[in-house]
């Protein structure tokens, strides 16, 4: 069974749509997270919700917005997508605060032509 | 600022040789050090944590050391399997304490 499961796996788009990346975990777990890698393997944090409750933005644009409707799904939706925007987006999720181990979902590459 | 920087960039070791990764960081107060290992097209798979100077983790031919500034995480007699990019994070213990710092990464190839 997949603990954290991301879809679509491949997302290839114009620029200036809009599209939006789903995460789910059945893990059980209260805390749930987006990062960013770029081209350089770089993995940075864009946002943390826990419990539904936004409470990591690592000044992303507010293009980006993650949505929550309940502790198993943070979803990522992005609007006028940039060609800078081009990136392998994680999903993440971790057992309750103060748990400290993250579990990575498979990601999804999103490439903006 | 904190940060991590991981070394070296690349490294490609015979099937066999032993060898060591360094993630040395900076960061304010330390909750924990983390590594993961990375394989092509897939996300990051958790290996180890680390809590506090002194401590050591093994799992199969993988050991993970920490220091005050730096963590080591030792290959010995490594296999064709064990070549992935090896990502080591830090969890700072102020703020919103559940955030990871990732460094850059080292890429493995161990060569049969």
């Known amino acids: 069974d997949t603990a954290v499961s991301q879809t679509p796996k491949y997302l290839v788009t114009q620029m200036g749509n809009d599209k939006s990346i789903k995460c789910e975990q059945n893990?059980?777990?209260?805390?749930m997270y987006w990062y960013k890698q770029d081209s350089k393997k770089f993995l940075k944090i864009m946002f943390s919700?826990?419990?539904?409750?936004?409470?990591i933005n690592e000044t992303v644009p507010n293009r980006f917005s993650p949505k929550s409707p309940d502790k198993a799904h943070l979803n990522l939706h992005i609007n006028s997508l940039e060609l800078g925007d081009s990136a392998v987006y994680f999903c993440?999720?971790?057992?309750?605060?103060?748990?400290?181990?993250?579990?990575f979902g498979p990601g999804t590459r999103l490439t903006v032509l | 600022e904190d940060q991590v920087t991981q070394s070296p960039e690349a490294l490609r070791l015979q099937e066999g040789e032993s060898s060591s990764l360094n993630c040395s960081y900076t960061v304010s107060g330390l909750r924990g050090l983390f590594w993961y290992r990375q394989d092509p097209g897939k996300g990051p798979e958790f290996l180890f944590t680390?809590?506090?100077a002194g401590e050591e983790k093994e799992k199969e031919r993988l050991k993970a050391t920490l220091t005050k500034k730096e963590s080591f995480l030792h290959i010995t007699a490594p296999k064709p399997e064990d070549s992935a990019t090896y990502l080591c994070a830090v969890q700072p213990s102020g703020g919103a304490t559940n955030k990871l710092i990732f460094g850059t990464g080292t890429l493995l190839a161990v060569q049969p």
């Open positions: 993440a999720s971790m057992g309750r605060e103060g748990a400290d181990t993250q579990y």
């Open positions: 680390l809590y506090s």
């Open positions: 893990l059980g777990h209260d805390t």
């Open positions: 919700y826990n419990n539904k409750e936004l409470i």
